[in-house]
């Protein structure tokens, strides 16, 4: 069994040591631990320091792409090296790397897919308030949308096994995490949550660069997610609502044109006419979003055989070439 710990990076030549310090090379249940570090646009030798550091693979991008597409090519790139597990850490050396085995323990033992490091929230203390709620805030509404019940959504300290990894797919290109528990929830993968620990902060964090910043894009990001993976409801529900008030303002009309003749109510009439159309045209469209989500579906499961049979070849060339390096 082979454990991938993988390590996405922007210009943390300075964090990386102390992140990579602590990381386990022995992990119950596992006979290699190798490092993978995501190198995404660093200017500052963020790839040098790594492989200074005696990190093993490293995956460099000439330009940043931003934190989901490193940790997909984190993913990828481990996938292909052979790893059964994964473990996905911050460089900023913010989560206590003496838990990794916690979060691989439930995989180990079969009973998840999918494992996420919950944090200690109310004892961080450089989170403010705000933050703490709505940190909060954000993984219940994560946990209605994706019928999970992860406490700490918003968490980048995770594990996951080799199937869960083949099927995840990440679209946004703010972060990883809430849409691939989301996806998860969706994809039936199971998926549960370990008490973490955390360590002090070495740096702000870049990821939220502001509060309102944080919550508009995390708001995006799971509407975004829902209508991709619920359009059906999405679109029929807001078709239907529309619907109804036009409805409303048709009876209202008809109401006032029995009574006193409809003299002064045109306007009920015009918007009854509007909003019983765009109803319509939207609930039609829930059906035609329907259609591309089974279209989804099918195309993800292409691609999660392809990525199965290449996985499968690229670990078959590098038993036989450690075979023939031993001979």
């Known amino acids: ?19 990579l310090k602590d990381l386990p090379r022995q992990v119950p249940g596992f006979s290699s631990v190798e490092w993978l570090v995501i190198d995404d646009g660093s200017s500052d030798g963020t790839a040098e320091v790594a492989r200074d550091c005696g990190v093993d693979h490293v995956v460099t991008f000439t330009k940043n792409q931003g934190l989901a597409k490193g940790f997909l090519a984190g993913l990828d790139a481990s996938l292909k090296l052979g790893a059964d597990v994964i473990v996905n850490t911050d460089a900023d050396n913010q989560y206590v790397a003496a838990d990794i085995p916690l979060l691989t323990a439930p995989i180990l033992d079969g009973k998840a897919d999918i494992v996420v490091g919950q944090r200690p929230i109310d004892g961080i203390d450089s989170f403010s308030t705000v933050k703490k709620a709505l940190q909060k805030l954000g993984s219940a509404v994560v946990r209605v949308v994706s019928k999970t019940s992860v406490p700490d959504a918003p968490s980048g300290f ?6 869960a990894a083949m099927r995840l797919n990440v679209f946004n290109e703010y972060t990883y995490t809430l849409e691939t528990i989301i996806q998860a929830g969706q994809k039936n993968l199971a998926i549960t949550s370990v008490p973490i620990r955390v360590n002090h902060k070495l740096r702000p964090s870049r990821l939220v660069k502001s509060i309102p910043s944080y919550v508009r894009k995390s708001v995006v990001t799971i509407v975004r997610i829902f209508v991709v993976y619920k359009a059906f409801r999405f679109f029929m529900a807001l078709g239907a609502s529309l619907f109804s008030v036009g409805l409303l303002a048709g009876m209202r009309f008809l109401y ?15 918007l009854a006419s509007i909003m019983l159309g765009v109803g319509f045209q939207t609930m039609l469209t829930a059906f035609l979003a329907d259609l591309l989500a089974v279209n989804r579906r099918l195309m993800e499961d292409v691609q999660y055989r392809m990525r199965k049979m290449e996985i499968t070849a690229d670990r078959a060339l590098n038993r036989a070439a450690r075979r023939t390096s031993r001979n």
């Open 158 to 163: 995770r594990a996951m096994s080799r199937e």
């Open 1 to 19: 069994m082979k454990l991938i710990i993988q390590i996405p990076c922007y210009n943390e030549a300075e964090s990386l040591p102390v992140t």
């Open 256 to 270: 006032y044109y029995v009574t006193e003749g409809g003299a002064g109510h045109i306007q009920s009439l015009i």
